[in-house]
């Protein structure tokens, strides 16, 4: 018989835990498996919430997370002003690429310390002991901006493609900058419903949105490959366009990339939602390489098709729904009804894509107020024992969504400038993970035991990882072209920039006297 502690957590609680992690036998509805329950004893953390997911769910809950295909067909616009078919296709592709050694990165990391924090508790674990703490708290904060400022992207991404909707069925509706943040609100609203009401639901509705997300790809690709227009593959593949008067395809191309990016950013959602996974160290990192592979697979073979039935550049670009992909729809079914069941799809899979970014952004803020890292700390991590989830943590992600989608009163490129500061944010904490992680495989110290490791090919996919992602960076706060005006400009690096100079203000007076990090919590293996 192997030998089992009674090994006390914390806050006085005590569970049996069977301290070798080998024996998965025995699970708990709420705690998950032994293993799930060794590595929540090992990082110092009582679970508060149930582990109602697995593998089937939560790979549903990424897959539909990321939209891959759903998403490309909603940020075309942007990629075909900077950068034209050609530029979409090949920084797609090369984007796909960089994705998976990332994605595999994380997968290695989420397996070795499966807990929401995700992102900064790796870098408090495995930094250099005298930068773990400041590290594991920056990054905290960029995870919090990035989460949070996704959940209002996917939300005014969903809004605006209803707006254009709108348009092809009433062609006199003016199109107010107005009613796109209306919608927002809207958008929102249902979703901190959902995640609040039918949280319990949640693993359910997923695999069930899984199968929408699936055979909804088939249905609009074979409708588009039998009734749209054919173009010539050449012209398709190799013509690059400037419509942002950069007076360079090249830059036009790299100025554009956030509208490649978004569709493949995300995998990692599944890491803040392992404390409701079962058997999390095993199954978080398949769903990750998996949730990649296909996603990122079904994303280019919808953009070469939607970009080989695109018909006139100049008149998708122009389309008075403002949404390219609406304009391919109704080119391609001669038809506003059958565009309209199209585009209603894939708007349907953008809310519920918002809908489990909405319940991403709140665990991560939840694990980081639980380490006392934001203000008001004990407000965000409460846990609701009669729903199970962190619901201010919830309401504050619908907040975030409404005062942002106000931007879009102002700017005309609101959805660039909130896309920006999502991806920049995120990226950034990609970047400092991974390259502390591959700092350790350089040094030759030992690394944490997992279920999945990368072995000797860990090192050069986590540089291959960190080059991508810096190039990926820097280009995210870009323009859509030189010398913008003020309603033109990416304000994203603004906000960025404010971020971090709240987040180090924060530090200084309050943070760094009552936040130790998650490695202050985490014990050694018995």
């Known amino acids: 018989m192997q030998e089992t502690t009674k090994v006390p957590v914390v806050e006085g609680e005590r569970y049996d835990i069977d301290v070798t992690g080998e024996d998965d036998s025995q699970v708990h509805e709420k705690k998950g498996t032994s293993a799930d329950r060794h590595a929540m004893w090992r990082m110092g953390k009582v679970q508060e919430m149930r582990r109602n997911f697995r593998f089937v769910s939560i790979f549903g809950f990424s897959m539909i997370l990321m939209a891959s295909w759903e998403t490309m067909l909603g940020t075309s616009t942007i990629g075909l002003i900077d950068g034209g078919t050609a530029g979409l296709i090949w920084m797609y592709l090369v984007c796909w690429i960089g994705f998976i050694c990332v994605n595999t990165s994380m997968a290695e990391m989420g397996s070795m310390a499966p807990t929401s924090g995700g992102q900064y508790h790796w870098v408090s674990e495995f930094a250099p002991a005298k930068h773990q703490k400041f590290l594991s708290y920056m990054i905290g904060w960029l995870c919090v901006l990035g989460w949070q400022t996704g959940a209002a992207n996917t939300a005014f991404l969903a809004g605006t493609q209803i707006q254009g909707l709108i348009v092809l069925n009433k062609q006199d509706y003016g199109f107010e900058a107005w009613h796109g943040t209306l919608l927002v609100f809207a958008v929102s609203a249902f979703n901190v419903i959902f995640n609040t009401f039918l949280a319990k639901k949640l693993p359910l509705i997923e695999g069930i949105v899984l199968v929408v997300h699936i055979f909804g790809f088939f249905a609009i690709l074979v409708t588009l490959w039998v009734m749209g227009p054919k173009s010539d593959p050449y012209t398709t593949f190799t013509t690059f366009n400037d419509y942002g008067v950069w007076n360079s395809s090249g830059l036009a191309t790299l100025s554009g990339l956030v509208a490649v990016v978004l569709p493949l950013l995300g995998a990692d959602a599944a890491v803040h939602m392992s404390e409701e996974l079962r058997d999390a160290s095993k199954t978080l990192p398949r769903s990750m390489i998996w949730t990649t592979l296909i996603n ?165 996919i986590n540089i291959a990882s960190i080059v991508f992602l810096v190039f990926i960076f820097i280009f995210s706060f870009f323009p859509m072209g030189p010398k913008p005006t003020p309603a033109g400009m990416n304000w994203s690096s603004l906000m960025f920039g404010a971020t971090i100079i709240f987040s180090l203000i924060y530090y200084y007076v309050r943070g760094r006297h009552v936040y130790a990090g998650p490695v202050a919590y985490v014990r050694k293996s018995a």
Do not use: H
């Open 296 to 460: 990122g697979g079904s994303g280019w073979i919808m953009l070469i098709t939607f970009c080989s039935v695109l018909g006139s550049l100049d008149d998708a670009i122009g389309s008075p729904t403002k949404q390219a992909y609406l304009y391919v729809f109704y080119n391609s079914t001669k038809s506003v009804a059958g565009a309209s069941v199209m585009g209603a799809l894939v708007i349907t899979m953008a809310i519920f894509c918002n809908l489990s970014i909405t319940a991403t952004s709140s665990r991560q803020l939840f694990a980081f107020a639980r380490d006392q890292g934001v203000p008001f700390s004990s407000f965000f991590a409460y846990v609701s024992p009669k729903f199970d989830v962190p619901i201010n943590a919830i309401c504050l992600s619908f907040g975030v969504s409404c005062l942002l989608s106000l931007i879009n009163l102002g700017s005309s490129v609101a959805l660039m400038n909130i896309a920006s500061l999502s991806t920049a944010a995120i990226i950034a904490s990609y970047i400092v993970s991974i390259s502390c992680i591959a700092l350790k495989r350089i040094r030759g110290e030992p690394l944490l035991p997992s279920k999945f490791k990368l072995g000797r090919a860990g090192l050069p």
